[in-house]
């Protein structure tokens, strides 16, 4: 008979220690092997943002720091600076992170939050209004900002069917471009699609779009005047402001 190994919350923690021990160890080890001159920059990602946003910035950043190493990691979890010493840098996604002492978090532009929809599926003649309460309606579940809140905003009333829900962003942005519904997002993660023309803004002068800050980028107050880290959170503020 096959028995089931089920890890004690003692042996969780104890695992999550070492983890963070073994983390710092490769990337310690790692940094030795580098270059003197080269530079080492830690940065953890919410991962749509790394995908949609971080990453097709990253190339035209590097090719003007030709000797700094980025480590990039992604996760939905909010580091603790105090507490991970690996990291330099997190940008996360949602709620702004809990104060910490000797932690710095800036809070990035606000960012425009729309129905966004393939161009397929406003056949019909229907207004803007009429597609709304019609087409298939997609949830990110993460957002700050809900369904529920855009409706109200524009005096409109929630439907009460199903919806199809999904835990990041770039995925509902995916499905949205697949033609799957509507999806309540951010025009900075959906940029290229809208750029392209794979996704429109449902409404775009009829409805009043939502603002909202939902991505954050904290750092250690000891690092700020690092080159490499200074630099970086430089450029990610003008980027987005």
């Not at 909010?78 to 702004?96: F, K, M, N, Q």
């Not at 025009?187 to 991505?215: C, K, M, N, Q, S």
Request: glycine share 6%; hydrophobic share 45%.
């Amino acid at each position: 008979r096959n028995r089931r190994v089920q890890t004690t919350l003692e042996g969780q923690r104890l695992y999550q220690s070492l983890s963070r021990v073994f983390d710092a160890l490769e990337a310690a080890c790692a940094e030795v092997a580098l270059p003197a001159h080269d530079e080492v920059l830690a940065v953890h990602c919410a991962p749509s943002l790394a995908i949609k946003w971080l990453g097709p910035r990253l190339a035209d950043y590097l090719a003007g720091h030709p000797t700094l190493n980025v480590r990039l990691t992604t996760g939905a979890e909010i580091l603790d600076l105090a507490i991970v010493r690996e990291v330099d840098v997190t940008l996360s996604y949602g709620s702004p992170p809990a104060e910490r002492a000797g932690v710095e978090t800036i809070g990035l532009s606000e960012e425009r939050i729309a129905p966004l929809v393939a161009p397929r599926l406003l056949a019909g003649g229907l207004s803007a209004a009429e597609l709304v309460q019609h087409l298939p309606l997609i949830d990110s579940t993460l957002s700050p900002v809900t369904w529920l809140q855009w409706f109200e905003r524009q005096g409109l009333t929630l439907p009460g069917r199903p919806r199809t829900a999904f835990d990041r962003a770039a995925m509902a942005i995916a499905a949205a471009t697949d033609g799957l519904g509507v999806a309540l997002e951010s025009t900075r993660l959906a940029l290229r699609e809208l750029e392209r023309g794979e996704l429109v803004e449902l409404g775009a002068d009829e409805f009043e779009a939502l603002t909202h800050p939902i991505h954050f980028l904290s750092l250690r107050h000891s690092d700020r005047e690092k080159p490499a880290i200074s630099a970086f959170v430089d450029w990610v503020l003008q980027e987005t402001s």
